[in-house]
């Protein structure tokens, strides 16, 4: 059973804010970094995204899918295309995130700072679309 703030449209909308702002900061600080050539606190800041990615949205994803995907599915099974969508864009996350660690690994900063970008993209356009989800698959329109 999911937490009901993953049922709430406008506490899951302010996780969703919350972590995308980090996100951002994170990688405005990154290319800060890179610029400035201060390879140290490039990797630092690195390390604090892929904390947020890994640690925190990539739970809350997979919270997700253990309870409100589930429920939405009990609740009309019809909704399994838009329940596979969401999922397919956390594995996307989920993908994006390895990347970002495998060119730390290769010291491929650019490619940390493109995939880090890319990152950010999709998990500001999958929150759309889960909020956009929860609106229509919530019984009370995710205002309750």
């Known amino acids: 059973m999911s937490g009901p703030a993953l049922r709430q449209w ?3 909308h302010a996780i969703h804010e919350a972590a995308a702002h980090e996100v951002e900061v994170a990688v405005q600080l990154a290319w800060k970094a890179r610029t400035a050539c201060d390879e140290s606190r490039f990797q630092s800041v690195v390390e604090v995204f892929l904390e947020i990615a890994e640690g925190r949205v ?3 994803a997979d919270e ?4 409100l995907y589930r429920e939405w599915l009990r609740a009309d099974s019809r909704q399994r295309p838009v329940v ?3 999922v397919a864009e956390h594995d996307r996350l989920r993908c994006l995130a390895k990347r970002v660690t495998a060119a730390m690994t290769d010291h491929d900063y650019g490619g940390v700072l ?7 993209t999709a998990s500001r356009a999958h929150s759309r679309h889960e909020e956009d989800a929860l ?6 329109g995710g205002l309750s």
């Open 10 to 12: 406008n506490a899951h």
């Open 58 to 60: 990539l739970v809350h």
């Open 64 to 67: 997700e899918e253990r309870g």
């Open 84 to 86: 596979t969508a969401l």
């Open 114 to 120: 493109t995939t880090m970008e890319e990152w950010a």
């Open 135 to 140: 609106r229509l698959l919530s019984p009370t």
